[in-house]
């Protein structure tokens, strides 16, 4: 199994950006999947999930601002990201099951 984290990059306070997942090597349509971010320096945060049926949660810091998705197949998640703030600078993974991506980073520029 093999997860790969998309779409990272540098943008402006208060600007866009949509992360991708793309999962291979197994379907997880009843799986909860997850995205998860590290800032230097501190411990790794769960930022939002998604579970099979669709039941959705949030971490309080970007709840109006995130909108996670994913595929019924289980194959792809995404995690659409506006009014970014420079507190969300980190590195930005995928998760599912026991499986991680390698990350994708996420710079916000004051």
């Known amino acids: 199994v093999n997860l790969m984290e998309s779409g990272g990059g540098s943008v402006q306070a208060g600007g866009s950006l949509k992360l991708s997942c793309v999962v291979s090597?197994?379907?997880?349509?009843?799986?909860?999947m997850s995205w998860f971010r590290q800032a230097p320096g501190k411990q790794r945060k769960k930022v939002a999930s998604i579970g099979g049926g669709g039941d959705i949660s949030y971490d309080d810091s970007v709840k109006g601002r995130f909108t996670i998705s994913r595929d019924g197949a289980g194959r792809n998640l995404y995690l659409e990201m506006d009014s970014l703030k420079p507190e969300d600078t980190a590195m930005y993974y995928c998760a599912v099951d026991s499986y991680w991506g390698r990350g994708t980073q996420v710079t916000v520029i004051s």
């Open positions: 090597g197994n379907t997880y349509s009843r799986y909860t």
